[in-house]
């Protein structure tokens, strides 16, 4: 059975800093792209940022200079470090597995962790 599990949400004040984790069991891991997404209440779900399995990193705009991902393919884990966070940073972080053999389609989704930044 394929689980991804996320952890380390919880509520931050602007300007802190936050880890996430995710990880991965039951299927493969090292030879696979994984990413961040999130979805913030009423808007659809955004890619934060996602890592190759070479460790090639990309960012959505909003984040970069800001966040990091990495991964530990010992682990079978993917982080993501959020750094001066702001208040619309808030929302459900979801961690993803690409198909390798199609690396623009998501093949598994955790179930989410929640990130609240307060003001």
């Known amino acids: 059975q394929v689980q991804l599990v996320e952890s380390g949400g919880g509520l931050v004040q602007a300007g802190g800093s936050q880890r996430l984790s995710c990880v991965l069991s039951?299927?493969?891991?090292?030879?696979?792209?994984m990413g961040w997404y999130r979805q913030a209440p009423g808007k659809q779900r955004e890619l934060v940022a996602r890592?190759?399995?070479?460790?090639?990193?990309k960012y959505a705009d909003s984040v970069k200079g800001r966040f990091t991902i990495s991964r530990d393919n010992t682990k079978n884990t993917v982080y993501l470090q959020m750094n001066s966070l702001k208040p619309e940073d808030t929302a459900d972080y979801y961690c993803?597995?690409?198909?390798?053999?199609?690396?623009?389609?998501?093949?598994?989704w955790g179930k989410g962790t929640l990130v609240t930044v307060s003001s």
């Open positions: 890592i190759s399995s070479s460790g090639i990193t």
């Open positions: 993803a597995r690409y198909y390798k053999w199609n690396p623009s389609q998501v093949a598994y």
């Open positions: 039951g299927t493969f891991f090292s030879d696979n792209d």
